[in-house]
């Protein structure tokens, strides 16, 4: 739990002295992620570096599980935080299994602890820990460095993480890999973030809450479903842009919204007379056909009824499947690149899960945004 | 021909000054870095102070040597060291200022700031930092600096002969007197052999003690 109380932030004195963060309260709760965000010179970092001390408050409170940050020791108190930033800053003097001890080091660890969470660490990152051990930064490529950043902040497993833009510096292709990782290894530990980001995708997709701040202030803090239904003013309007609707879409995941397996699917190896019989006279487009219990394509009922003897001569293979776990606004892009307006939905063994269409969006969209006006009205 | 038959004839009388030059510069180097390094560790925390520091060890090198030694005598006859290795050592001492330092200055203000960051952000102490981080990375320019101080000293030790401090500028100072040409050159070449041989070796030791990581460069894949 991290509780900001007034916190404000003035450098220099007298008429150049300028105000970078002014008078935020806010709290961060147990496992939460909190997104700073806002466009650059607007507080975020300043608020960060406040939170550990490498900066000192002008006036106000900070909190952390209760106990004020000032009578904490400053050293101790950054080693009980986690500490990533952009620039990644790994030494280049030491390995990787050197830059990874930092903190278990500076805390007194034995060597045979460091070396159980340095694999550990390695490993659930995805880097094979005998292979990157022993190499230097400078062998690394950016994306490996950025997870080495992150390996090292969490090396003393603090409940709380500092996070600078800690995938800023990498290309668009490995950021969303390293966020998705990210969240996959947050999920597992529940760990209290502090993240700071100008990035509005970033945030939307990390944040369980957001803080948007302009000049200093705090403008807004919610989630990002409701930053995005109801931006409270034009600045935050602006920054989460016009495509808001669109960029709630990916809040959402398939398994959300889905409806359960269809009643009507029909097996690619019936007959095309047994499958006809299935429908009766019901004039049905577009129905799944599954091999076994995986989709494999689709058949309109026109066709089956003139052409070939099994259903699989018909059938036209979906050009994409779904996964449950994909979000609404992949499923979107694939609806309209594809003019396909009804999906199955698989699980990761390619095993049907059930059906989206169009329409399931639509309307998982407005019930959204109307219920949250009617939280927000209440 | 005779400068070789000079040394041959010579030899026990080379080598022992050889030993007396470098016995001069090896205090000299160690006791200025003692000063050196420690001043350009504290100079590189307060950019406005440092830029004072390396102007006064600027200073001490524009004096000419002889001028230095000549203005050390009345000063050290005092307390009884107006002349010998004393004053020589102390003039050293004073001309490797500004290389030291300003070498170990600029070794550790351009550790990139993220590094800094970096170990403030982990919890490190200052001198846990410097201890892990600053020296280590700075050490290359450190040595270089130490180099430049040293080659400098053993062509200032030369001089010092005048005073009375011994070492190879013995042979250039009675070669002078006696208008003995080969004794003359003699001294010279040795001096300058013994710099050649002190770069070598202080370039070497540069590499030895450049962090493993800095001397790699990317190899990229992800």
Redesign the interface.
Known sequence: MIRYRGVTKIFGHGPEAITAVKDITLNIKPGELVVFLGPSGCGKTTLLRLT?R?LSLTSGEIQIDGQDIMSWNP??????MG?S?Q?????????IYGNIA??PR?LGWEEWKIKDRVYELLSMLGLEPDIFKDR????L????QQRIGVA??LAADPDIL?MDEPFGAIDPV?RERIQDEFLGIQSKLGKTIAFVTHDIHEAIKLGDRIAIFQDGRLIQYDTPEVMLAFPSNGFISDFVGTDRAIKTLGLYRVHEVMRKKPDIVIQASMSRLEALNRFGAEDFRDVIVIHGNKPIGYVDIRDLRNKGTLVKDTVIEYPVLINFNDTLRDVMSQMLMHDISNFPVIDDNGELKGVISHNDIRRHIISIFNDIRHGAGS | MHIIIFIMKNAERCWLLTLDHISIVAISIFLASLIGIPTGIIISYNKTKAQKIINIANIFMTIPSIALFGLMLPLLSIVGYGLGKVPAIIALVLYSQLPIIRNTYIGIRNI?S??V?????????RW?RLK??EI??AMPVIIAGLKNAAVMSIGIAAIAAYIGAGGLGVFIQQGIARAYDEMILAGAILVALLAIFVDCGMSLLEKILT????G???????
């Not at chain 1, 050293?75 to 009980?80: D, E, M």
């Not at chain 1, 620039?87 to 390995?95: A, C, H, Q, V």
């Open positions: 550990n490498l050293i101790n108190l950054r080693q009980s500490y930033i620039e990644i800053g790994l030494f280049p003097n030491k390995t930092v903190v500076l230097y930064p400078a062998e490529s950016g994306g490996q090292r902040s500092l490995n | 990139p993220e590094l960051e970096a170990a403030n952000g982990l919890g490190m102490d846990t892990e981080i280590p990375l962090p493993k990581g800095l790699i460069t990317a190899n990229l894949g992800t």
